[in-house]
T-cell receptor, first 111, second 115 residues
C-alpha cells in the first residue's frame, strides 16, 4: 500500500531564505508526482508535475526533484517571500491509477 | 479558461441530516475527482469518474455517501445521513484524461460542518 509522508509538518523561515520541503513515498512504482500549494480556505493550486521518467522540474523560484529509487521528492523554494506562506502538498499517482496525497507542510515566511 | 466550480462554499448541518455538493469541471475534462480533506490532513480520494463511469470508489463510504456524474459533465456528491466525522472540506478536481500526465485542477472546495 502506497503511503506518502511529508517532513517537516510545519516550517517558519525569515524572508529571503532558501528552503527545502521533503516528500517521501513507500512504493517507487509511480506514474508521476505533483506538488500543490493550498492557501487557507481555498482549493489546491498545481505548482509542478514530474513524470516518472523525469528527475526534476523548474518553474520560477521553484524546483522539484524526483528520486524514484529512494522514494523521495524535494521542493526547493529560492529567496522565499511572505506570499509563499501556504501549505504545500505532494501527491503521487500510482500504477493503479490512484492519487495519494501527503499530509502537507505548513510554511510561514516571516517578513 | 474557467476553473472548476463548486457550490455551496460552506454548509452547516446537524448530524443525521442530508447534504449535497455540486461540481462543474473544466470544459472538456473527462476525469472528475471528489476528495475529502479533514483539517490537518491531505486530501483523500473518495471517487473518481472517467466521463460518467466510476473508475475508483474504493474509499467511498457507500452506506452513506453517493455520487453521480450524469452526462459526463457536472457531478453531485451526497451524504445521507451525515455524521460528526464527516466535517471536512470536500474538494472537486478535474483532469483532461487518465493518461500518465493527468494534471489535476481543483475547485475552491465546500467546507462542511456537522454539529
Amino acid at each position: 500500500k502506497q503511503e506518502v509522508t511529508q517532513i517537516p509538518a510545519a516550517l517558519s523561515v525569515p524572508e529571503g531564505e532558501n528552503l527545502v520541503l521533503n516528500c517521501s513515498f513507500t512504493d517507487s512504482a509511480i506514474y508521476n508526482l505533483q506538488w500543490f500549494r493550498q492557501d487557507p480556505g481555498k482549493g489546491l493550486t498545481s505548482l509542478l508535475l514530474i513524470q516518472s521518467s523525469q528527475r526534476e522540474q523548474t518553474s520560477g523560484r521553484l524546483n522539484a526533484s524526483l528520486d524514484k529509487s529512494s522514494g523521495r521528492s524535494t521542493l526547493y523554494i529560492a529567496a522565499s517571500q511572505p506570499g509563499d506562506s501556504a501549505t504545500y502538498l505532494c501527491a503521487v499517482k500510482t500504477s493503479y491509477d490512484k492519487v495519494i496525497f501527503g499530509p502537507g507542510t505548513s510554511l510561514s515566511v516571516i517578513p | 479558461e474557467a476553473g472548476v466550480a463548486q457550490s455551496p462554499r460552506y454548509k452547516i448541518i446537524e448530524k443525521r441530516q442530508s447534504v449535497a455538493f455540486w461540481c462543474n469541471p473544466i470544459s472538456g475534462h473527462a476525469t472528475l475527482y471528489w476528495y475529502q480533506q479533514i483539517l490537518g490532513q491531505g486530501p483523500k480520494l473518495l471517487i473518481q469518474f472517467q466521463n460518467n463511469g466510476v473508475v475508483d470508489d474504493s474509499q467511498l463510504p457507500k452506506d452513506r455517501f453517493s455520487a453521480e456524474r450524469l452526462k459526463g459533465v457536472d457531478s453531485t456528491l451526497k451524504i445521507q445521513p451525515a455524521k460528526l466525522e464527516d466535517s471536512a472540506v470536500y474538494l472537486c478536481a478535474s483532469s483532461l484524461d487518465l493518461g500518465e500526465i493527468p494534471e489535476q485542477y481543483f475547485g475552491p472546495g465546500t467546507r462542511l460542518t456537522v454539529t
